[in-house]
Nanobody, 114 residues
């Protein structure tokens, strides 16, 4: 079993920045992909960004140029630096990690006030 613990969410004014962190622990052998999804009220969960163990990144169009995903393989931690936040970025952000299975964090609320 792998556990994911997120931190860093909160309330910020539009235009501000937040940094999310997600640390994996437990019976970890080799995590391949780590990343972030988000879900706004009344909307489906959508991919924000992900990163492979080799450092290859993938971003949603809405995140390109504003968000940066990074990863520390030594500590199995993934980060999401979010700059120039918009009101429409308001959502619960979920971390995930793929090993043999896909594991999810509990979610952290990000609110960008307009």
């Amino acid at each position: 079993q792998v556990q994911l613990v997120e931190s860093g969410g909160g309330l910020v004014q539009a235009g501000g920045s937040l940094r999310l962190s997600c640390a994996a622990s437990g019976s970890i052998f080799s995590i391949n992909v780590m990343g972030w999804y988000r879900q706004a009220p009344g909307k489906e969960r959508e991919l924000v960004a992900d990163i492979t163990s080799g450092g290859r990144t993938n971003y949603a169009d809405s995140a390109k140029g504003r968000f940066t995903i990074s990863r520390d393989n030594a500590t199995n931690t993934v980060y999401l630096q979010m700059n120039s936040l918009k009101h429409e970025d308001t959502a619960v952000y979920y971390c995930y990690a793929t090993e043999r299975y896909t594991y999810w964090g509990q979610g952290t609320q990000v609110t960008a006030s307009s």
